[in-house]
């Protein structure tokens, strides 16, 4: 995590959050926009404030499935674009760590070594897509709509469109940014940026038993694949089988790996270590 090394996090129980909410249940680490009079439009200390949560969950061996909710009918508006113009707009928090470089949620979700679930109540706008396109599940109701409008205002969706292109259709990522249509959640889902779409009251039984089903497996495992997985894009397609085959071989030594052929073995629960 580049943001923020393992000792940064070890201030966490001392961190004053001003526009999210944090809670740890179990193994599962929720994460809550809280800024809903602003439609939960991030600024620049609710963007350092999201990725400190990230390390948080990054660096704690406890935290094996990570959920981004948020309060108010507005999932988020995107960036608070007075906040990053004019500092005077924002709120600085004091208690946070000095983040290192610039801040980018996109960069800061994908070292995240971690499942996260987005839960998706209300509409995403704008730099609200870094969020969903961060994590690996989203989970969303039939009232949210996904929309990029920044061509309405004279901009462009410059970081989203990175995030974007790894999920949909080039073209579609186009279509979206170029036209700033609003799309349904039904949309959003046949394109591949919704991964299910759930009823407005049962929404969050099924993200808690999503992440449950989550924790359940081994921890190691799914840190050592997500962090394969993203290593992809720097290996040249000759090489990814070689380089996998590798990661498996060093997998199988781990404690993990003996205890879950053991516990098949015997017929029971594993007991993961999260080595």
Not at 220 to 235: N, P, Q, R
């Amino acid at each position: 995590m580049q943001f923020y090394s393992h000792e940064d996090v070890q201030a966490f129980a001392s961190v004053k959050f001003l526009y999210i909410k944090t809670s740890l249940s179990g193994y599962i680490f929720t994460v809550t926009l809280s800024r809903p009079e602003k439609r939960n439009a991030f600024t620049p200390t609710m963007a350092e404030e999201i990725i400190y949560a990230l390390a948080y969950a990054h660096y704690n061996s406890e935290i094996r499935c990570v959920i981004i909710d948020a309060q108010g009918s507005v999932f988020c508006a995107g960036a608070d674009l007075n906040a990053f113009h004019d500092p005077s707009f924002d709120r600085k928090n004091d208690t946070l760590p000095k983040i290192k470089g610039d801040l980018t949620l996109g960069d800061a979700f994908i070292a995240l070594s971690k499942p996260a679930i987005a839960k998706v109540e209300g509409p995403v706008l704008a730099g609200g897509f870094l969020m969903i396109c961060g994590v690996t599940f989203v989970y969303s109701t039939t009232n949210a709509t996904f929309s990029l409008p920044e061509v309405k205002r004279g901009i462009w969706p410059m970081q989203v469109m990175a995030s974007l292109m790894h999920i949909i259709p080039n073209r579609k990522v186009l279509e979206m940014a170029i036209t700033g249509e609003e799309y349904t959640a039904t949309e959003a889902y046949e394109l591949g940026l919704v991964t299910r779409i759930s009823e407005e009251g049962q929404i969050g039984e099924e993200v808690n038993a999503l992440a449950e089903q989550i924790c359940g497996n081994a921890p190691y495992a799914i840190k050592s694949g997500i962090a394969a997985f993203h290593k992809l894009k720097d290996i040249t397609e000759r090489e990814r089988h070689t380089y996998l085959k590798e990661q498996l071989k060093l997998l199988l030594q781990t404690a993990d790996a003996k205890e879950g052929a053991l516990s098949f073995k015997e017929k029971r629960s594993p007991n993961w270590k999260g080595n």
